[in-house]
């Protein structure tokens, strides 16, 4: 993990320049937040939301401005003195940020005090072992919290997104058997046009029956699990944006799942 926090690093110091992600955006009033996670947190009332794999914060400030009391947690340095940065800048004081990895337990003083655990877009494919992702975000959860993840669909990671064609191809390995994999990008998602020092980065998957499993083995209760035929980025060459923010396939539509979101509670409620 140490080659891909480098590699997080690398990219905070880049997306905080606000060239390619909405930093300016974000500091003036404007959210990132789209639709599929605003349907699902539903209307804020003061809740105690841990945002965790935060990056640099646009959208923890943006929940914040919804109302929520909200913490940022990332294992990068870099994208937290970001973060901090961003919500001093957007004037937003519901909000702040502390380094932890999304992996070890919540620390005493965030242990069981969270109403809300909220990870989104670009999450588990960074995980090594999804039961002890679980485990740790129960461990921020009061009982009878709230774990809402919204990601990218597994299926999709396995995806060759270099290649055009009018059927999906695989490049990608989709159960865990085989352990982790490999990419090389030389430059960010976001389109910046910096060259990366950090081009590889080692990537774990999780099959959705991993994760449906771990995270009832770690004590949360499935409520809702949904897949969506758009994905958060430019997952292929031919996906372009649409009005709500997605990129959307010509003709895959109904052929791919790109994302998921899951909403779990945890026991005790």
Known sequence: MAQNL???DELAAIHSRGDRYPVKEVIRGETTLRTVELDILGAASGQHLLHSHC???LDS???ARLGFQVIG???????????QNIAKAASVANCSFKVS???DPAVPAMLNAFDIYYASYGV???VPDVDVWFKSASSYLKPGGTLILIDEHPFAATLDGAVA????PVSAPYWQDLGPYSTRNNKSYSGDHDLLTNDVQIKWPHSIGDILNAAIDAG???VRFSEYPFSHYRSVPQMKIGKDSYYHHPYWVKSVPFLFALELVKAGS
């Open 6 to 8: 480098d590699y997080w």
């Open 55 to 57: 990056h640099i914060g």
């Open 61 to 63: 400030v943006s929940l």
């Open 73 to 83: 947690i990332d294992y990068s340095a870099t994208a937290i003195k970001h973060a």
């Open 101 to 103: 990895n999304s992996i």
């Open 124 to 126: 588990l494919v960074w």
């Open 165 to 168: 064609s009018s059927l999906p």
């Open 220 to 222: 949360f209760r499935i």
